[in-house]
């Protein structure tokens, strides 16, 4: 073996050593993850209001908080060409209760689930690794359903004359914007990790047997992150 072919063969070893193999995504790539899924909620209330006047039993108001829950997350990912692609976020419902602070604090008020549709354009980063970082930006549809009073909080307010409470939030349309990447596992398999944040706002009304009502505008705001195994189709 001559000193040429000597080299040149360090030449792709010292190659393939400083940059592992590398898959590309094409045009017409269609990438599915799924993994988990954890919703952090920002939120920011306005004071709870009875009948349109601050609630007030002493004097002070209340405002609502929501818990954190983590579900199945799974989206679907079409590829335009090696930088472009559109994704579309779906999980199993998440599940939060509501529960309120200041005068209200400790109270756990109202359980609810909701799906969190989102559709985003994914803009990845050029890399000669298995490493593709992105970012994304989309828009989200907030759907809200079973919302039900706790127990705790039927006892609570049937002591203040208030019974028969239907739960009802407005769904919520908003923007999102994510950072992530997708890391090469072979020329189909690949992880993932992600956060977003997504903008809901929503008004949370409580409609009693009496036409009494109980509201509080919500502005949720969540972190959205999200650890998945994907597979490129």
Same mark, same amino acid.
């Given at each position: 073996?001559?000193?040429?072919?000597?080299?040149?063969?360090?030449?792709?070893?010292?190659?393939?050593?400083?940059?592992?193999?590398?898959?590309?995504?094409?045009?017409?790539?269609?990438?599915?993850?799924?993994?988990?899924?954890?919703?952090?909620?920002?939120?920011?209330?306005?004071?709870?209001?009875?009948?349109?006047?601050?609630?007030?039993?002493?004097?002070?108001?209340?405002?609502?908080?929501?818990?954190?829950?983590?579900?199945?997350?799974?989206?679907?990912?079409?590829?335009?060409?090696?930088?472009?692609?559109?994704?579309?976020?779906?999980?199993?419902?998440?599940?939060?209760?509501?529960?309120?602070?200041?005068?209200?604090?400790?109270?756990?008020?109202?359980?609810?689930?909701?799906?969190?549709?989102?559709?985003?354009?994914?803009?990845?980063?050029?890399?000669?690794?298995?490493?593709?970082?992105?970012?994304?930006?989309?828009?989200?549809?907030?759907?809200?359903?079973?919302? =039900?009073?706790?127990? &705790? @909080?039927?006892? *609570?307010?049937?002591?203040?004359?208030?019974?028969?409470? /239907?739960? !009802?939030? $407005?769904?919520?349309?908003?923007?999102?914007?994510?950072?992530?990447?997708?890391?090469?596992?072979?020329?189909?398999?690949?992880?993932?990790?992600?956060?977003?944040?997504? =903008?809901?706002?929503? &008004? @949370?009304?409580? *409609?009693?047997?009496?036409?009494?009502?109980?509201?509080? /505008?919500? !502005?949720? $705001?969540?972190?959205?992150?999200?650890?998945?195994?994907?597979?490129?189709?």
């Amino acid at each position: 073996m001559n000193a040429l072919k000597l080299l040149g063969i360090n030449a792709v070893i010292f190659s393939l050593l400083a940059h592992p193999l590398a898959y590309s995504y094409e045009s017409g790539d269609i990438i599915i993850r799924a993994g988990a899924t954890q919703v952090t909620p920002q939120e920011d209330s306005g004071p709870v209001k009875l009948n349109g006047s601050t609630l007030s039993l002493g004097g002070g108001d209340s405002e609502l908080n929501v818990d954190d829950n983590t579900q199945l997350g799974l989206n679907l990912a079409y590829v335009f060409n090696k930088n472009w692609a559109i994704e579309l976020l779906a999980a199993t419902p998440f599940e939060h209760t509501a529960s309120g602070s200041g005068e209200l604090a400790g109270l756990d008020i109202a359980d609810i689930k909701h799906l969190p549709p989102t559709l985003m354009a994914l803009y990845y980063f050029d890399t000669t690794s298995k490493l593709k970082p992105y970012l994304g930006a989309g828009v989200n549809y907030t759907i809200f359903f079973d919302e =039900d009073l706790t127990s &705790e @909080a039927n006892s *609570t307010l049937a002591g203040l004359g208030l019974t028969g409470g /239907d739960v !009802e939030l $407005d769904d919520s349309w908003g923007l999102s914007v994510q950072a992530g990447f997708d890391y090469e596992l072979s020329d189909r398999w690949l992880v993932n990790a992600s956060v977003r944040w997504i =903008d809901i706002d929503t &008004e @949370a009304e409580i *409609t009693f047997d009496s036409g009494d009502k109980i509201t509080a /505008d919500l !502005e949720i $705001d969540p972190f959205v992150y999200t650890v998945s195994i994907g597979y490129r189709l």
